[in-house]
C-alpha cells in the first residue's frame, strides 16, 4: 500500500510542485530533490520488504543513473548551461527511474525541454495582455533576459515516463 501511495500521489505530486516552483521563480528550492531523494529511500526499503519488490541489485542501479545524472548536471551547470536545481532534479529523476531508462530520461527531458524553449521564445515575440501584467511570474517568464525554467521539461519527462517504468512494474506486481 505504501509503495503505490508513493509512486501514484505522493512522487508525482512532488514533481509537479517542483515544475511550478520553477516556472513561478525560476528556482528548485533544495527541499525539493531532498524530498524526492528521502522519498525513494523510503520507497525502496517498502519494496524490498514486498515479495516481488526491488533487489539490492535494483536499489544500486538506481543509484548508479542518480550518481551518473548527478555527475552530468554539475557539468551541464559548470558550463552554465542549467541551474544547480535542474542539475539537482535530473539527477533525483534519473534515481527514480532507473538506470534501464536513464537514457530515454535524458531523450524526453531534451526533447521537453526543447519545446519549452521553443514556446518561452515564441511568448516572448508576443505582447502580454493588460489584463496578465500583473503576474510577476509571467513577466519574468517573458523577460528576454531571463533563462529557461527547464525543471517544467525535468518534471515532464519523468511524470511521462514513470507509467512504464520498472518501478510501476515491481508495484503492480507486489
Known amino acids: 500500500m505504501l509503495v503505490e501511495v508513493i509512486l501514484i500521489a505522493v512522487l508525482p505530486a512532488l514533481l509537479i510542485a517542483a515544475a511550478g516552483w520553477d516556472l513561478t521563480s525560476f528556482t528548485i528550492p533544495n527541499l525539493f530533490p531532498a524530498a524526492l531523494l528521502a522519498l525513494f529511500a523510503l520507497f525502496a526499503a517498502a519494496s524490498a520488504l514486498a515479495p516481488h519488490g526491488m533487489t539490492l541489485s535494483d536499489i544500486g542501479l538506481h543509484a548508479a543513473a ?57 511568448l516572448r515575440r508576443v505582447p502580454i495582455p493588460s489584463g496578465l501584467l500583473g503576474h510577476a511570474w509571467l513577466l519574468r517568464l517573458a523577460d528576454p533576459r531571463s533563462g529557461i525554467p527547464y525543471g517544467v521539461a525535468l518534471s515532464t519527462a519523468a511524470l511521462a515516463m514513470l507509467p512504464a517504468s520498472e518501478l510501476f512494474r515491481l508495484a503492480a506486481a507486489s
Not at 72 to 95: E, P, S, T
Open 66 to 122: 542518480g550518481g551518473i545524472g548527478l555527475t552530468v548536471g554539475i557539468a551541464f551547470f559548470a558550463l552554465g548551461w542549467i541551474g544547480g536545481g535542474d542539475a539537482k532534479l535530473f539527477a533525483v529523476a534519473a534515481l527514480w527511474l532507473g538506470w534501464h531508462a536513464l537514457f530515454e530520461y535524458a531523450l524526453f527531458a531534451s526533447v521537453f525541454g526543447g519545446a519549452l524553449t521553443l514556446g518561452v521564445l515564441l
